[in-house]
């Protein structure tokens, strides 16, 4: 054990002098910065330097936050150290001046300057010198070489009744001037020792009572509500001269508190009243009051930091009991209710004259966005819920037809973004539920926009994403297969819906996923963005879906959007695979036993598609019409839709170990009818993917590897599979021969092969040589 402490401590050791050997480069005097940069950089690819800007940006970042976590975790203590600081330095500066006045009168007295301090009168005009005392409002301070003591220990007995005098006729400036004289006699009195002890603290005792009574004085005069401004800062600025500044400056932050609810205890909010109007005529009562405290305080005190930190934290605290105003008159109904509109307009009124304060030097607005975020937060998870309760009641009602979204009125009068007027070009067909789901979203990202401040389009755009993905269960949950899948999908609870029964329904439910999720909801998720005020006016059809890709987390947050829409698609083509697939009795259609048994019927053989591909193509051909009606603009969904559904199919027969263990391993083998059977299907497949645009490069893969796989299996019976198969060229006539009759476009009459087709010639040909290969 004290081995492996002495260890670590030894690599510590070890470490630290690592450390101190690479920043002795930086504490050198002749330390140069570019030579020091150009040196690292040489060696330096492109690539490299460009990391390098990143790491520092990225620790830039890092040192800026976490300074301002610092700053805010200390911020009481900051105030705290500061004003004691402040205390500090004010008792520093007392020391410093009566030191200076101290030096200044050794000085003068070494250079021979004589200082009178009183001018008093002979003993003959005694009586006339009092007489003028009397009439005379001020104390006189004149130079005299010779002073009797005993006049001043007089003066010293007399001075507190003229400042008794001065006091009470509520002088100021006199009594003011008359104290610093005091201070200076009594100081020079100390110095020469011109007056006796008890007559020293006597006078020092009468000057400090009167220094209070005038404190006194002032703070009642300053806290009276009906004192004007000048007279306040006067009364602040004179409570200063005294000596007190913390206690004037407090004194002023008093007297504008009592002010203000004075003025308060005027306004009254009623239940009844707009909230906008209660938190605009309190925004106004609030801030001025704010406003005019920053006002005095700087013109008296200056922007000492003491004073400044507690201006402050004294607006602070009227800031946070202001946000609690708001939120229980006006914010907390408002968004109990959903009421976002209310709740934004009087974040926003709050918010305007909360910046006015900005000018002064107090930048109060984020405690504001602190405090007023749980309610709009509420607010906004209210409507996303009514958005989704709304939606949802649709739903069990929705015939799943598609039609133009009617005009559309909010119910502030204003005309909705998502209002159509007419059906045109650019406007597509959605069901009821999702024009319902669609119109309150706009509405909805309307009201949320001017809150981009509080930094709330985040969770805006994840409570989008909930409510659209619950929208989704729902389609999910429509279609007929869900009842028996394990349809209750995460959010759709066990909610009623209206089944999608037919192919044309079942269609539409991807309609309305796919629209929103592509062109609607982010075109309205534009309103968070800050560049939400480009001119769409101008140009209505133009996409502006390409244009927010700008932001990443819009971006992220469509792909959220699509992979919901994929889930939807998902489902759509598992249930119409499986219809394909197997019976209601869940029996394949789509077995080994087709293939192999074809063995002995070669006399009424008819080469054709497999009945499973036919009806495999008889469904993609309809739901290419409908598709084609329902997604006018947008055919590559439906492009990917008929993919997938094909995928779907093929994958399954790809994947069937039952399929593959009869065909490779059964009792019976695959012949020559069956493996050209096998490959006029796949061909088929193919082909008709092909025409319809919708064969994927892995769809084409899988089908050629499934190719490759029956092939094998047939060459495990000794025979060669190329003198079976016929070349590709038959197999394409077969295969257009085959969708020109599932279409109606059939050769011949009563929808018979021409016998002189090439079809025909190849069927026969393929016959012969299976005859021949046989007797062989």
């Not at 006049?151 to 001065?166: A, G, I, N, Q, T």
Request: glycine share 4%; proline share 4%.
């Amino acid at each position: 054990m004290a081995s492996g402490k002495s260890s670590s401590s030894s690599r510590s050791r070890a470490s630290a002098a690592q450390l101190e050997d690479k920043l002795n480069t930086f504490k050198s005097d002749g330390f140069d910065p570019d030579s020091f940069l150009q040196s690292k950089c040489n060696s330096l690819n492109e690539k490299e330097i460009r990391q390098l800007c990143s790491s520092l940006l990225d620790l830039k970042k890092a040192s800026a936050e976490e300074m301002r976590r610092s700053v805010y975790a200390n911020y009481t203590a900051f105030i705290r150290t500061s004003k004691e600081i402040s205390d500090l330095e004010g008792e520093l500066l007392s020391i410093r001046n009566l030191l200076s006045t101290q030096s200044a009168l050794i000085h003068a007295l070494a250079d021979g300057l004589h200082v009178q301090f009183l001018s008093l009168p002979d003993a003959d005009d005694a009586d006339d010198a009092n007489d003028a005392a009397a009439d005379d409002d001020d104390v006189d301070v004149d130079v005299d070489v010779d002073v009797d003591p005993s006049h001043l220990r007089k003066w010293s007995l007399e001075f507190p009744d003229m400042l008794d005098v001065l006091l009470a006729e509520r002088r100021v400036d006199e009594a003011l001037n008359s104290l610093n004289q005091g201070d200076l006699v009594l100081a020079e009195a100390k110095l020469n020792n011109t007056l006796t002890p008890p007559i020293i603290n006597s006078l020092q005792n009468a000057i400090s009572q009167r220094k209070r009574m005038l404190a006194d004085q002032l703070a009642e005069a300053a806290s009276q509500p009906s004192t004007r401004t000048n007279e306040l800062r006067a009364a602040v600025s004179a409570l200063k001269t005294l000596g007190d500044a913390p206690r004037a400056h407090n004194l002023l932050l008093t007297a504008h508190d009592h002010r203000f609810h004075y003025n308060l205890r005027t306004l009254r909010p009623s239940t009844t009243s707009y909230g906008g109007a209660y938190t605009a005529a309190l925004s106004q009562l609030v801030f001025s009051a704010i406003a005019q405290a920053a006002t005095d305080s700087v013109s008296v005190f200056g922007k000492e930091p003491a004073f400044a930190s507690e201006l402050v934290m004294w607006a602070t605290k009227h800031t946070e009991d202001f946000a609690l105003l708001v939120k229980r008159h006006a914010l907390a109904s408002s968004a109990a209710a959903g009421g976002l509109r209310a709740a934004a307009e009087c974040v926003q009124i709050a918010l305007g004259h909360c910046s006015l304060l900005e000018n002064r030097g107090l930048a109060l607005c984020p405690i504001l966005l602190k405090l007023f975020r749980p309610s709009v937060e509420q607010a906004l998870n209210a409507n996303l819920k009514r958005i989704e309760e709304s939606t949802a009641a649709l739903a069990a009602a929705d015939d799943w037809v598609l039609t133009y979204p009617p005009s559309v009125t909010r119910h502030s009068g204003r005309s909705s973004t998502a209002s159509f007027t007419a059906p045109t070009s650019f406007h597509h067909k959605l069901s009821t539920s999702a024009q319902r789901f669609n119109s309150m979203v706009q509405d909805f990202l309307e009201d949320v926009g001017p809150l981009l401040s509080m930094q709330l389009g985040g969770p805006t755009l994840e409570g989008l994403y909930q409510v659209f993905n619950s929208y989704v269960n729902l389609l999910i949950n429509a279609l007929p297969s869900s009842m028996e899948d394990d349809g209750n999908f995460e959010g759709s609870g066990n909610k009623i819906v209206r089944m999608a029964e037919t192919e044309a329904q079942q269609i539409a439910l991807l309609a309305n996923a796919s629209l929103l999720a592509d062109e609607l909801l982010p075109r309205a998720a534009m309103k968070l963005s800050p560049a939400n005020q480009v001119s769409v006016k101008s140009d209505p059809r133009r996409r502006v879906s390409d244009r927010q890709n700008r932001h990443p987390e819009q971006r992220e947050w469509k792909r959220r959007l699509q992979r919901s829409v994929d889930r939807l698609r998902d489902s759509f083509c598992r249930q119409h695979a499986l219809d394909l697939i197997f019976t209601e009795d869940g029996d394949p259609y789509l077995s080994a036993d087709i293939y192999i048994n074809m063995e002995g019927n070669v006399d009424e053989q008819e080469w054709f598609p497999s009945p499973i591909f036919q009806e495999l193509f008889a469904k993609l051909n309809r739901m290419a019409g409908i598709a084609a009606d329902m997604f006018v603009g947008r055919e590559r969904f439906a492009t990917l839709l008929l993919m997938r559904l094909t995928e779907t199919v093929i994958l399954w027969l790809s994947d069937d170990q039952s399929f593959w263990d009869d065909i490779e391993e059964g009792p019976r083998t695959l012949g020559s009818l069956g493996l050209q059977q096998f490959y006029l299907d796949m061909k088929f497949v193919i082909h008709f993917s092909t025409q319809g645009r919708y064969l994927s490069r892995h769809l084409h893969q899988v089908i050629n590897n499934i190719i490759s796989r029956a092939v094998a299996a047939f060459a495990t019976t000794g025979m060669n599979p190329d003198s079976v198969l016929p070349d590709d060229e038959w197999f394409l006539d077969v295969s257009q021969e085959a969708i020109d009759r599932l279409t109606g476009k059939a050769k011949g009459a009563n929808g018979e092969r021409d016998l002189n087709s090439p079809t025909a010639s190849v069927s026969a040909q393929s016959v012969s040589s299976v005859r021949s290969l046989g007797s062989s």
